[in-house]
Every structure is written in C-alpha cells, then in structure tokens.
C-alpha cells in the first residue's frame, strides 16, 4: 500500500470514532432530558437524511477539490455540530449537522482510494479501512459508554470547570467536549494526506444542472448488470446495520437487563465481528471471485432471530460476533467490486455519492420503521424475527436477480474491465 493509504486509515478511524461515541452521549443527553424511547433512532435518522439531501451535490464536491481538503473541511463541520448541543440546540439537530460533515466526507474519504490504489489492491484496501472503521465503531461505543459512566463522569466534570461558558453540566456535555477534540485531531491528520494528482473535468455547480446529473449517474448504476447487484447488497447492509446497533442496544436493555454503559458496549461486540469477517474477506477473496460471498448474507439474516434464544450476557457475545463475522465477509468484497464498478462507469466521487444515497435512504427507510415498530410497542423479540427475516429474503432475491443477469452477461470479464 502507498504511504498516503495508511494516513487516510488514521484520518477514518478517528473521525468514525467520534461519529460512535458522539451517538452514545446523544442518547445519553436525550435519556437526561426524558426524551421518548421512540426518538432515539431518530438520532441516526437525522444524522443520514444529510447522505441523501446531498448525494445530488457532495460528489462533485468531492471531484472539484484534492480530496484531503474536502476531508479537512467536513471535519470541521462536525466540530461545529458537537458544539451547538451545548447551545440549546436539540441533539437531533446536532447530530444532524455532524451528519451534514459525514455526508460530505465520505466521497472524499472512499474516491481517494480509487485513485491512490489500482483495482486488484480495492478488497484488500476495503478490507483493511472496513477493518479500521470498525475497530472504531467498538472502540468509539467503548469510549461512549466510559464517558457516561458515572465515576468517569464524575472526574470528567470536576475538571471542566474552566469550560462552564460550554455549560458544562451533565456526563453527556463532558463526553461531547471530548469528542469534539478527537474530531480536530482527524482533520490534522487530514492535512497530511497527499494529492494523488487525480484531477476531473471542470464541476458545474448549478442545482438543477447537479441533480440531472446524479439522476444520469444514479441510473446508470442500477442499470448496470453488475452494479445493480452490489448496489442492492450494499444498501441492505448498511440500512440493517443501522437500524442493528439500536436492536442491539434495546435488546441488552430490555432482555439482559443491562445499563446504557454496558449495552454500548456489548453493541460493539458486533462490530467486533464485522472486523474479523473484513480482515478474513480481505486476505481469501479476491476481486474477480467476490460475488461468491452473496450467500453469506442470506446466513446473517437466518441467525439474527437466534438472539432470542440467549438470557445471559456471557452467551450473547459469540453470537454477536458471530452475526458481524457474517456480515463483514459479505459486504467488504461488495463494497469494493461497487467502488471500481463506479469508478469505470461513472468517477469516484460521483459513484461514491450514488452509493451513499441509496444505502443512506434504505438507513432512513429502516430505522423510521423500527421508531414506528417501537411507537407501536411492538416486543423486541418480534422486531428481531421481523429484522432477520427480511433481510434473508431480500438477500435470496438478489441473488435470484444475479443468476439471471448471468445468464446475459459474464461477471468476471465486467469486473476486469478498467477506466477508460
């Protein structure tokens, strides 16, 4: 890997550890506040609208400047958001203009590395910063569940004093002030990213001429044999990853009986998982064999509804593990195959941005119906076999849809193909 790789890897991880542990001290602020169960989700959910609100926009951004400059700039951005939670701005609103930053980041963040990186180096690459994002989702609902533990909390407040302008008051509020220091120190190391030279055609900046574009871009995705395929896998997993972490939380809350602090934590346990399933994808599969994975996703789906078999903490963590091994196997090699099937068809930042839209919007679509399933007091246990079920289904009709478009075309001498 070049040298420039493993700078991008120290920028994501923490700027995806402050995004993890800044939702712990969210729902941590929206518990202080007595806010409904059903508005926690809404924490993500307003956190993702700004992914599909800008898709038409935030590639091309990403296209018109060096890609560590934008990924400098919406870092600060999520400086901005961290601090507006201490000025009478509701949390969901916060979280929302940090998502405002992330939105605009991630284009940047995953179109570097289809320029800084040949083809047969992406699952690899995937593999490793899927890795590294992971390690920071556990590390970050860790760190997020410390930082509002009480005896943590406590030392933290005694020495915050000097911060009383901040109305520092509240575990949440310490927790926040520290986040928002690690959010500065991913745009230092965004600053020693380097140019990769990589430049596009002039950026036309007109709404109407954007959004005509991203519609072209958009299009041409789906109606691409392959893109259409990793496409719909992507979304799906990033739309029931979202809405898992809240699961996860509400079912170690309700059925282990376990606090916020530790169900943070045992949420991570996850993510743990997805680590090791994307560090294992990265090692055996191989670009031009990745759509073999698809049947690992339908196995993740059948063992979702298996958590409601488990009564203890101690049982629930190979489980866990297990589920996000699952999941990180199947989708880094789909992610990857989706950068350089976009990169060929479209540009890194723009396919990156049909990426984001779609897996966002399913984000949205999935976890407005768990707080409506939650509003409707539906048992977790139900939710969990609905979750699972779905997700098996949906990832058996892609793979019916694969088979037929094999029947027209081949896989692997798409895969091959390269930018023209």
């Known amino acids: 890997m070049k040298r420039g790789f493993y700078t991008i890897m120290a920028a994501q991880f923490f700027s995806s550890l402050a995004d993890n542990a800044l939702l712990i001290a969210g729902i941590a602020m929206l518990i202080e506040m007595h806010a409904p169960e059903w508005m926690k989700p809404l924490l993500k959910l307003f956190f993702t609208i700004s992914y599909v609100v800008l898709a038409p926009f935030v590639g091309t951004l990403a296209d018109a400047l060096p890609k560590a400059r934008v990924m400098f700039v919406t870092n600060a951005i999520k400086v901005f958001g961290c601090f507006l939670m201490f000025f009478t701005v509701h949390p969901v609103l916060s979280y929302a203009v940090v998502g405002l930053g992330a939105a605009a980041y991630s284009p940047a963040k995953y179109g570097i590395l289809t320029e800084l990186l040949p083809p047969e180096r992406l699952v690899a690459a995937n593999g490793w910063i899927e890795g590294t994002t992971v390690g920071s989702i556990i590390l970050g609902t860790v760190l997020g569940g410390l930082l509002i533990s009480p005896k943590v909390s406590a030392v933290l407040l005694a020495h915050l004093g000097p911060l009383t302008m901040l109305n520092v008051t509240t575990s949440a509020d310490a927790a926040i002030v520290l986040i928002a220091f690690i959010y500065v120190l991913a745009a230092l190391f965004n600053l020693n990213i380097p140019d990769t030279g990589v430049r596009y055609a002039a950026q036309e900046f007109h709404p109407i001429v954007q959004i005509r574009a991203f519609r072209n871009c958009w299009l041409a995705l789906w109606r691409d044999r392959l893109g259409q ?20 939380l509400d079912w170690a809350r309700f059925s282990l009986g376990m606090p916020l602090n530790r169900a ?6 996850v993510a743990l998982g997805i680590a090791g399933g994307a560090m294992l994808a990265a090692r055996y599969v191989a670009l031009i064999s990745s759509l073999r994975v698809l049947p690992v996703g339908v196995a993740m789906g059948l063992m979702v509804p298996m958590m ?11 489980m866990l593990v297990m589920i996000g091994a699952l999941a990180g196997f199947f989708v880094v090699p789909m992610n990857a195959l989706l950068q350089h099937r976009g990169y060929v068809l479209l540009s890194a930042g723009h396919s990156i941005a049909v990426q984001n839209f779609n897996e966002n919007l399913n984000i949205l679509l999935m976890l407005g119906l768990y707080s409506l399933l939650l509003h409707l007091e539906l048992p977790v246990d139900a939710v969990i076999f609905l979750f699972g079920g779905f997700v098996a289904l949906t990832m058996l009709m892609v793979i019916a849809r694969h088979r037929r478009n094999q029947r027209e075309y081949d896989s692997e001498r798409l895969i091959g193909q390269s930018r023209h």
């Open 229 to 248: 395929i990793t496409l719909a896998v992507t979304t799906l997993f990033w739309g029931a990853g979202a809405t898992l972490q809240f699961i996860v």
């Open 264 to 269: 943070a934590i045992l949420q991570s346990v």
């Open 308 to 318: 409601t078999l488990v009564s203890t903490e101690a049982a629930a963590y190979p």
